[in-house]
């Protein structure tokens, strides 16, 4: 079976906090090669997208169990897992008016779950949703996604969801954190996953319009774990990953209908180290992004 690397990435912002084991990465480990970091763009790509405006303002932009909804009053979806689940409390509520309840307890005991087309399943653990009430949506809202659920199947299908992603207002600055630990098996052997262990600092030029412009600051660290036959840009391909990088970067930012510029990233640059000090980087201008290896460009948006 192959695993699509966009399937992949939709469980790699789950990330660890109130989970039994302490997770996240705190040194860079493992060799990249100009020919790896070509095939690993996507993948970062992925990974910068959810540090964007639209994601980080509304969590519903970033991976939840399925079947689950974090709206207040929306129903969860129908999923064959309804029966063996509980949600507290029983009177969800939304105080602020957001579209996010205060708090969501989802409890999961399910085991040999039948699915049409599939083995039978197993859904074992909690997600808790956490809303701070005391800050508005027109305030970029605060709120907390705790993970520690692992899924199975009869076939041999293994996954562990764990750890904690969070938004909050420090300052009048918005502050991005995950710290997550995140594993999968397929069946075939192919295996992967995600840790990482890192903050996102966003200072706007104007508190009360936090995403419109201003500065941010990228720091920490992201493993990436990956092995076996996989789908990227729609091309199979064989890979052997086990990379942990070191997350720097300084970057200026204006909406593009303000800024008329290529990126909502105007000005400045994200980099990734691996332990040998190989950098992958992200050089940002109104006109250009240009992506690159060691110095050597790999890509480039706009024009330079």
């Known amino acids: 079976?192959?695993?699509?690397?966009?399937?992949?990435?939709?469980?790699?912002?789950?990330?660890?906090?109130?989970?039994?084991?302490?997770?996240?990465?705190?040194?860079?480990?493992?060799?990249?090669?100009?020919?790896?970091?070509?095939?690993?763009?996507?993948?970062?790509?992925?990974?910068?997208?959810?540090?964007?405006?639209?994601?980080?303002?509304?969590?519903?932009?970033?991976?939840?169990?399925?079947?689950?909804?974090?709206?207040?009053?929306?129903?969860?979806?129908?999923?064959?897992?309804?029966?063996?689940?509980?949600?507290?409390?029983?009177?969800?509520?939304?105080?602020?008016?957001?579209?996010?309840?205060?708090?969501?307890?989802?409890?999961?005991?399910?085991?040999?779950?039948?699915?049409?087309?599939?083995?039978?399943?197993?859904?074992?653990?909690?997600?808790?949703?956490?809303?701070?009430?005391?800050?508005?949506?027109?305030?970029?809202?605060?709120?907390?996604?705790?993970?520690?659920?692992?899924?199975?199947?009869?076939?041999?299908?293994?996954?562990?969801?764990?750890?904690?992603y969070s938004l909050t207002r420090p300052r009048g600055n918005v502050l991005f954190s995950s710290r997550f630990l995140t594993t999968f098996e397929e069946p075939d052997g192919t295996r992967g996953g995600y840790e990482s262990n890192y903050t996102n600092l966003q200072i706007p030029n104007d508190v009360n319009a936090p995403y419109d412009a201003g500065s941010k600051e990228l720091e920490g660290f992201h493993r990436l774990i990956l092995k076996g036959d996989v789908t990227i840009d729609q091309q199979t391909v064989s890979v052997d990953w086990d990379f942990t990088f070191e997350i720097s970067g300084e970057i200026e930012y204006e909406l593009q209908q303000q800024s008329g510029c290529v990126s909502y990233y105007k000005s400045g640059y994200l980099q990734f180290h691996d332990f040998s000090r190989n950098v992958i980087r992200y050089d940002y201008t109104c006109t250009s992004v240009v992506y690159s290896y060691n110095g050597n460009q790999i890509s480039i948006i706009g024009a330079p």
Not at 152 to 164: A, I, L, P, T, V
């Open 1 to 164: 079976m192959l695993r699509s690397i966009g399937l992949i990435s939709l469980i790699a912002f789950l990330s660890n906090c109130g989970g039994a084991q302490q997770v996240g990465p705190t040194a860079a480990s493992g060799t990249v090669t100009q020919a790896q970091a070509t095939t690993l763009k996507t993948q970062l790509d992925q990974l910068i997208n959810n540090f964007s405006a639209t994601t980080m303002q509304n969590p519903s932009n970033l991976v939840t169990i399925p079947g689950v909804t974090l709206n207040a009053v929306a129903q969860n979806n129908v999923t064959p897992y309804d029966a063996c689940t509980t949600i507290t409390p029983s009177n969800l509520v939304d105080n602020d008016g957001d579209g996010l309840v205060a708090k969501k307890v989802i409890t999961y005991d399910c085991r040999g779950i039948v699915i049409p087309n599939h083995a039978p399943s197993n859904r074992i653990g909690t997600f808790i949703l956490t809303d701070d009430d005391t800050v508005s949506l027109a305030d970029a809202g605060a709120y907390s996604m705790e993970y520690d659920v692992e899924f199975s199947s009869d076939d041999g299908y293994f996954s562990q969801w764990n750890g904690e």
